[in-house]
């Protein structure tokens, strides 16, 4: 059985989430298409909140499934 591709903006919502947490820059997503640049970008919010609020490490783990 195929395994269903997962959605893109989900998958962008993640990636930009381990970028925030990571500390990395928001310049540096990489998605062209306003929508999905959109869910990277709520991500990467997201995760740079969670790491000034101390979820990193093994206390961030519950925030985001990586698949």
């Known amino acids: 059985m195929r395994r269903q591709k997962r959605d893109q903006s989900e998958r962008a919502f993640q990636k930009g989430y381990m970028a925030g947490v990571n500390g990395k820059n928001k310049e540096q997503c990489p998605h062209?298409?306003?929508a999905i640049r959109q869910q990277w970008?709520?991500?990467?919010?997201?995760?740079?909140?969670?790491q000034w609020d101390g979820y990193t490490g093994v206390s961030g783990l519950h925030k985001?499934?990586?698949r």
């Open 32 to 34: 062209e298409q306003e």
């Open 41 to 50: 970008l709520t991500g990467w919010r997201e995760g740079r909140t969670d």
């Open 64 to 66: 985001v499934e990586i």
